[in-house]
């Protein structure tokens, strides 16, 4: 069983900074691309933050260029980000999502239970 978790989240100031993590673990094979998603309040849907792919290539959302930095460490098999100057707007619940080749199960895409983010004035 394939299982992401995130851990990092919590509450700050605006201006501050959060450092976001996600580790898989589970019958992996390997790890393609990884990536942070973000669900505001009273959104419907998540919205794309940041990508990264197996080569280090990454994108990011307009909203947060120059603010967030995305990695990962392949050895440990996680994926973090890096908020600084973090914005009311940043609110919001993460959600990491990694596109996993496992025993059993194949090439898929999985994502971790989320980890909130408030950030106040």
């Known amino acids: 069983q394939v299982q992401l978790v995130e851990s990092g989240g919590g509450l700050v100031q605006a201006g501050g900074s959060l450092r976001l993590s996600c580790a898989a673990s589970?019958?992996?094979?390997?790890?393609?691309?990884m990536g942070w998603y973000r669900q505001a309040p009273g959104k419907q849907q998540r919205e794309l933050v940041a990508?990264?792919?197996?080569?280090?290539?990454?994108n990011y959302a307009d909203s947060v260029k120059g603010r967030f930095t995305i990695s990962r460490d392949n050895a440990k098999k996680s994926v973090s980000l890096q908020m600084n100057s973090l914005q009311l707007e940043d609110t919001a619940v993460y959600y990491c999502?990694?596109?996993?080749?496992?025993?059993?199960?194949?090439?898929?895409?999985?994502w971790g239970q989320g980890t909130q983010v408030t950030v106040s004035s």
């Open positions: 999502n990694s596109k996993i080749y496992a025993l059993g199960s194949g090439l898929r895409g999985y």
């Open positions: 990508t990264i792919t197996g080569g280090g290539s990454t």
């Open positions: 589970g019958s992996i094979v390997g790890i393609n691309d």
